[in-house]
């Protein structure tokens, strides 16, 4: 146990606010039973308020403490991916109350497997309240650097634990009803999981990251198909930014070259929309990636950036 870790859990019990790495992003994280500390991270991230955040937890046992009912596809599915980037949504207990919930009678719990996050979270003791700790709706981070540029003071204490490892949030899946259902493509495929998966349906629990622009950065992105790059390029007066998976042009002012698989560009894609952000261009134009089952996750996230 580090100093820094047993000053986090103090800063925790004490109502302030930690930034913490997990293998998916940095969480912004609070006492998840501590109105005031959660009402201070929703002002800080200025999140609204009936938006719900994941509660983390050092251990399937815990999480499940939170749950009114826990069906034998939740204990399946956590033994299975949990400590990992899977978050699930079940009926809630009293424990999680509105505050974390956005007033709904869900809750989404998860497990992180990063070992920073679980040595926090075992110091602890209890359920840390954790979205990404950066501004809601823009792009998450995933460097403890990313959260300081964000945040700056707003968080009392950033712990130090490298580039995530998987790059972009969790799955997540819904199972507070009769049927599963993929609520977020994330670091687990739904090839993966392995379980008969409806889609989201309107009637579906609000979740995080469930907003039709998500993930964005400031400068206005658009998805273009491989086919119509060239052309989009060609026609664009502005100073543009290009995120793809080929070789710089030398008509565009910024050009980023992204891995062609899909675990190493999720990996990479937020730090790299971060740089295309910076560079001091008035448009980005991201390639799209291919339609496959493979790159879903990334696909979701880089189609709600691209929202207008």
Known sequence: ???????????????????????????LGADASNAKAVARLYAVKGRPADHPVIVHFASGEQAFGWAREVPQAARKL??????????????????????????????????????????????????????SANRFGLVSPTTAA?????????????????????????????????????????GISEEQLGTPLRARAADSPRHAGGMDRHYAPR???????????????????????????SRPDERVDYWLRMPR?????AQRLYAALRELDSAGCEVILVEAPPQSAEW?????????????
């Open 1 to 27: 146990m580090t100093p820094e870790i047993r000053k986090a859990a103090e800063l925790l019990r004490a109502g302030g606010l930690v930034a913490f790495p997990t293998e998916t992003v940095y969480g």
């Open 78 to 131: 956590a033994a299975r991916f949990w400590p990992g980037p899977l978050t699930l949504i079940l009926r809630r207990s009293k424990l999680a109350q509105d505050f974390v919930t956005g007033g709904q009678d869900t809750v989404g719990l998860r497990v992180p497997s990063h070992p920073v996050a679980q040595e926090l979270l075992k110091q602890f003791g209890g359920g840390i309240a954790a979205p």
């Open 146 to 186: 990313h959260v300081r540029e964000d945040l700056g003071d707003e968080v009392d204490l950033v712990l130090e634990g490298g580039p995530s490892d998987v790059g972009i949030e969790s799955t997540i899946v819904d199972l507070s009803g009769p049927d599963a259902v993929l609520l977020r493509p994330g």
């Open 219 to 245: 400068t206005p992105a658009r998805l273009v198909p491989t086919h119509q790059l060239d052309k989009q390029i060609g026609m664009m007066k502005d100073r543009i930014a290009v995120l793809a998976f």
């Open 261 to 265: 698989d899909p675990a190493a560009y």
């Open 296 to 308: 879903a996750a990334v696909l979701d996230r880089l189609q709600r950036a691209c929202t207008s």
